[in-house]
């Protein structure tokens, strides 16, 4: 046996489904060989964003995997790995290294030094022998602790080297999770019933740990309003009587923007309380709990008055119990602060109707964005945005209903990762509409990997706002632009999607709208890949921008 057919067998019964790739590496046919499906893409960016959205659809309980060359493919994947790293998104890369004679070389690449600042953990498989025990080593941080992408760089030679039987004795390895310090979690829930107007920040780590039912439960008991992170947008139902809607990218919705300055207390659960751009930042004078599972979040950018270290779906569990054993508990107050939520809300679409339902000619974005939400059921639907005035169009907007319906990052944010993210996500919900927006400038980075989506089968619906524009660069692009037109951009996305094989539609009209999605929605069903072109306006209204 090879090194590579012992990884794909380990591959094999640690139940990974597909890989994504690029050639060439011998692990892409090993794999075929035990019955893994290789999907290849285009460019390697994109094919690392499959395995990403499939990793996150599944909240990493289906690990998703990519491979590709030494020297140009690790090099190219680089800001793909980059962004997983940055939103803590549990995958495996697999890079072929240069052969061990000449791996350290100039000016030969090094995926195991280069990557070691974006992954959890990078190792190089030196001795053919320990195939088994360096694999479980990666699948074994894979499974526990905080997400991350896991690396294990294969040398060509070791890559096609004979090994003994060892290899197949190898047993998948089983994940385990910590639980909260019961002292600090009854001073916590004490802390949590004594404050007068609670907010819960919720983050993706109620994703990963499956702890949505227990947060719906906790806010339910203390009635305490929840607003989610950019990446724990769906771990609360944003049609939830309680649910403040979504704070990340840079914006934030109108309830998160009235609450969250006038809160007492925030209880932080699976967050990380980055101070970062794309976070809606903690104003000062709140005492904070931050319950999370790396201990390097804790006191990072802000002060914790009640750290707790431990898995959300244990720790929110401990927090359940701890305040039904405790007086005071703030259930008597049900229905006001509901009511006062709903006002907000109210107000704040009040506010934006006129954009989000606008008959302007082009299409405002926003009007786009409003009829998805008027034709789609986002239970039936899995939504990822780009970066850019996409992702800030639609967070405040979009009401996520159910865990994973909808794919926010943008910690690092390379434009043209929503496309390979939706096609990982149709890849593991087959049987969810799954669309991604992207604008004009994120097409031009990732778009012919739409090919991808109708060469390998993948149905997705892919939304192109048109603005012929670089429009969210406008600040940055003032003397430039006025000289030389630098922000303009063009190209008719419709035809080029069409010539790769899709079914596409160019839309100018907004009632003609709801038509097109219905249209893509039944094309998606049918096992075509759909491409809509909306011809739009240079929207750069956002829903309090960095307001903190």
């Not at 140009?72 to 940055?86: D, L």
């Not at 720790?315 to 119990?321: A, C, E, M, N, P």
């Not at 087959?430 to 604008?439: H, R, S």
Request: hydrophobic share 40%; glycine share 10%; charged share 20%.
């Amino acid at each position: 046996m090879k090194v590579v057919d012992a990884i794909a067998e380990i591959l094999k019964r640690e139940r990974i489904e597909f890989l994504s790739a690029y050639p060439t590496t011998p692990i892409i046919d090993s794999a075929a060989a035990v019955g893994i499906r290789p999907v290849l893409c285009r460019q390697e960016r994109v094919g690392v964003g499959i395995a990403d959205g499939f990793t996150r659809t599944t909240n990493g309980r289906r690990i998703g995997v990519f491979a590709m060359q030494y020297g140009p493919g690790a090099e190219n994947a680089f800001a793909g790995v980059a962004t997983a790293f940055s939103d803590s998104v549990p995958m495996l890369v697999l890079p072929l290294g240069h052969q061990r004679d000449r791996a350290e070389v100039f000016p030969l690449f090094s995926s195991a030094r280069a990557y070691a600042s974006v992954t959890k953990h990078v190792e190089t498989l030196n001795l053919p022998d320990q195939v088994g025990e360096v694999m479980r080593r990666a699948f074994n941080l894979l499974k526990m602790g905080r997400p991350g992408p896991v690396m294990i760089e294969i040398p060509a030679d070791v890559a096609v080297a004979d090994i003994g039987d060892g290899a197949l004795s190898y047993k998948p390895v089983k994940a385990t999770a910590p639980a909260g310090n019961a002292r600090d979690v009854e001073a916590a829930a004490r802390a949590l019933l004594a404050a007068e107007r609670p907010v819960i920040h919720a983050g993706q780590g109620v994703l990963y740990a499956e702890a949505c039912a227990e947060l719906q439960e906790l806010a339910e008991l203390v009635q305490a309003p929840v607003m989610t992170t950019l990446e724990g947008k769906g771990a609360f139902p944003e049609d939830h009587p309680l649910s403040l809607g979504t704070g990340g990218g840079g914006v934030m919705s109108g309830p998160v923007y009235h609450f969250l300055p006038k809160a007492d207390l925030v209880f932080g659960v699976g967050c990380s309380f980055t101070r970062h751009g794309m976070a809606t930042n903690i104003p000062a004078g709140k005492t904070i709990i931050h319950a999370t599972n790396d201990e390097r979040d804790l006191n990072k950018n802000y002060p914790a008055d009640h750290p707790i270290l431990g898995d959300a779906k244990l720790v929110l569990r401990q927090f359940i119990d701890a305040v039904k054993d405790l007086p005071g508990k703030r259930a008597a107050g049900k229905g006001t602060v509901a009511s006062e939520v709903h006002t907000v809300r109210e107000a704040w679409l009040k506010e934006w109707m006129p954009k989000l339902t606008s008959e302007e000619v082009p299409i405002t974005p926003y009007r786009v964005i409003w009829d998805f939400t008027r034709a789609i059921d986002p239970r039936d639907a899995i939504v990822t945005h780009d970066s850019g005035s996409p992702r800030n169009q639609m967070v405040p907007f979009y009401r996520a209903t159910t865990p994973r319906g909808y794919m926010g990052w943008g910690k690092s944010h390379a434009l043209g990762t929503g496309l390979g993210l939706i096609m990982g996500a149709k890849l593991a919900a087959p049987d969810k509409f799954c669309v991604n927006f992207m604008g004009d400038a994120a097409f031009g980075m990732t778009g012919l990997d739409f090919e991808t989506a109708v060469r390998c089968g993948i149905p997705i619906t892919t939304i192109v706002l048109n603005n012929s524009a670089m429009a969210i660069e406008r600040h940055a692009l003032v003397v430039s632009h006025d000289r030389y037109r630098t922000r303009d951009i063009g190209g008719n996305y419709a035809d080029m999607g069409r010539a790769m094989g899709g079914y596409t539609e160019r839309v100018e009209k907004p009632a003609e709208i709801i038509p097109a999605l219905e249209r893509a929605r039944k094309m998606n069903e049918g096992g075509r890949a759909v491409l809509l072109e909306f011809i739009t306006s240079e929207e750069i209204e956002f829903s309090h921008r960095r307001a903190f």
